[in-house]
C-alpha cells in the first residue's frame, strides 16, 4: 500500500469546515483512498472513499486532486462530536487489512 | 451501516490468566476479520488475520501461541490471550469486511488490563 502523509494535529472552531489534508504521492491507478476517524476509547469509524472522483456522503466530502497524489477531507460543519484522530489510507481492496498511520488528531472548539 | 459487535469492552484479569475477546458481525457473514492491538497514544497495529475455516496469518513479530485465534463461523472470531502479562495490556481492536461493500467495519474494542 502506498505511504500516506498527514499532518499530526488541527484545530477548528465548531460551525465552521475542517478541512484535513493527505498526501500520497506514490499512490497507485488501482489503489483506493480511505478515509476513518477513531474517538478516544472506540473503534475506528469508517467516514468515506474514493478512487477518482470527489466523493459526499452524510459524513463528509472527499476531494482527490487531478493527480490523485493528495486528497482532503472535508467536514462542513464541525461539531465538538467530531474530535478524533481522522486517519487517511492508500490500498488495494477492502479484502485487506487497512494500515494505519499516525493520523490527524482534530480539536473541536466552542 | 453494518454492525461489528466486540465483546467484552474491558477486561481485569490476573497476570498468567487468559482472556478470551469475542468479535461478531451481526448482520453480514464474514470470511476475514482481522486484529489490531492499540497501546496508549499510538496507532492501530495489525496483529493477525482471521480466515473462517483456516489457520489465522499473523503479522511479524506477534506470537501465535500466546494470541490463539479461531474462526469457527462466518460470524464469529474469537482472539484468545493466553497466559497474559502486563504488557499484554492493550487496546484490542477486530474488524470485519462487508462483502456488500469495500468497507472494513470495527468492533469497538477491549481494553485489557493484566495485573
Known amino acids: 500500500d502506498a505511504k500516506t502523509t498527514q499532518p499530526p494535529s488541527m484545530d477548528c472552531a465548531e460551525g465552521r469546515a475542517a478541512n484535513l489534508p493527505c498526501n500520497h504521492s506514490?499512490?497507485?491507478?488501482?489503489?483506493?483512498v480511505y478515509w476513518y476517524r477513531q474517538i478516544h476509547s472506540q473503534g475506528p469509524q469508517y467516514i468515506i472513499h474514493?478512487?477518482?472522483n470527489n466523493e459526499t456522503n452524510e459524513m463528509a466530502s472527499l476531494i482527490i486532486t487531478e493527480d490523485r497524489k493528495s486528497s482532503t477531507l472535508i467536514l462542513p460543519h464541525a461539531t465538538l462530536r467530531d474530535t478524533a484522530v481522522y486517519y487517511c489510507?492508500?490500498?488495494?481492496?477492502?479484502?485487506?487489512?487497512?494500515?494505519f498511520g499516525k493520523g490527524t488528531s482534530l480539536l473541536v472548539t466552542p | 451501516g453494518a454492525v461489528v459487535s466486540q465483546h467484552p469492552s474491558w477486561v481485569i484479569c490476573k497476570s498468567g490468566t487468559s482472556v478470551k475477546i469475542e468479535c461478531r458481525s451481526l448482520?453480514?457473514?464474514?470470511?476475514?476479520m482481522f486484529w489490531y492491538r492499540q497501546f496508549p497514544k499510538q496507532s492501530l497495529m495489525l496483529m493477525a488475520t482471521?480466515?473462517?475455516?483456516?489457520?489465522?496469518?499473523?503479522e511479524q513479530g506477534v506470537e501465535k501461541d500466546k494470541f490463539l485465534i479461531n474462526h469457527a463461523s462466518l460470524t464469529l472470531s474469537t482472539l484468545t490471550v493466553t497466559s497474559a502479562h502486563p504488557e499484554d495490556s492493550s487496546f484490542y481492536i477486530c474488524?470485519?469486511?462487508?462483502?456488500?461493500?469495500?468497507?472494513?467495519?470495527f468492533g469497538s474494542g477491549t481494553q485489557l488490563s493484566v495485573l
Open positions: 474488524s470485519a469486511r462487508d462483502p456488500r461493500g469495500e468497507k472494513l467495519f
Open positions: 506514490t499512490i497507485s491507478g488501482n489503489e483506493y
Open positions: 474514493g478512487l477518482k
Open positions: 489510507i492508500v490500498k488495494l481492496d477492502s479484502g485487506y487489512a487497512l494500515n
Open positions: 448482520d453480514f457473514q464474514a470470511t476475514t
Open positions: 482471521s480466515n473462517e475455516g483456516s489457520k489465522a496469518t499473523y
